[in-house]
């Protein structure tokens, strides 16, 4: 009768954890994705209008912006209906122009516009980090720097490699950040985004093997396909 009852109330206890837990998930969501997507419309539009340019939802990027404002969102579908990962970061690739960057700046936009903490992150051009890399005199201080926090690293794979005089000639600097950004990711959950042109087998052939396998675990891969946007 004693087991009965422990059982009962394990049963009982369990069952309000996960309530507790479901609920707290819910208020960790902002906004639903049929609200996010209203608000990056009308951002979006407002954005390119800024570059002299019109917003269109087509073929090309109709699919890419419901899976990326369901991310934004938290959107429990991102990962049973897109085999996603809500706490992994998102790494867009695609061609020149297709609007990657445009797309998390819209979010930026949202998020300055209507006080949206959750959804703010610094964009970091790839080729400013290795300008500071090659001018900075403490050099490990520029990898340390850019290996906390969350951040989207932008056009990663056109960034040069960087002058490194301690090893006497030149070092691609992104292996080492991305590296100690999957330290980061396991230890304490700290979310990377990135854009980029290269795919998956690109980066292994840029980065090696070893970027390649932590890149996996770290990211959610949206390709945004479609020519340029800026003609």
């Known amino acids: 009768m004693g087991i009965t009852n422990s059982r009962m109330a394990i049963n009982k206890w369990t069952t309000s954890f996960k309530e507790r837990k479901k609920n707290a998930l819910k208020k960790e969501r902002i906004m639903n994705t049929d609200q996010l997507k209203h608000l990056f419309k009308n951002e979006a539009q407002i954005y390119y209008a800024s570059k002299n340019r019109s917003f269109d939802v087509d073929f090309d990027n109709k699919n890419f912006l419901n899976i990326f404002c369901k991310y934004f969102a938290q959107d ?88 490194n005089m301690f090893i006497y000639g030149k070092e691609d600097i992104f292996i080492r950040i991305m590296e100690a950004r999957y330290s980061q990711f396991i230890s304490k959950k700290i979310i990377t985004h990135i854009t980029t042109n290269l795919k998956l087998n690109d980066i292994k052939k840029r980065y090696g093997s070893r970027v390649e396998d932590r890149f996996v675990e770290m990211f959610n891969f949206i390709e945004l396909t479609g020519t340029s946007r800026r003609i």
């Open 76 to 163: 429990p579908s991102f990962e049973s209906d897109h085999k996603g990962d809500l706490n992994k970061g998102l790494l867009v690739y695609g061609s020149n122009g297709t609007g990657k960057t445009s797309s998390f700046h819209i979010i930026q936009n949202i998020s300055k516009k209507y006080g949206v903490k959750p959804l703010w992150f610094p964009i970091i051009e790839t080729s400013k980090v290795v300008t500071q890399f090659n001018t900075q005199k403490d050099k490990d201080y520029v990898i340390q720097n850019y290996s906390k926090g969350r951040l989207l690293f932008d056009d990663l794979g056109a960034e040069n490699e960087g002058s």
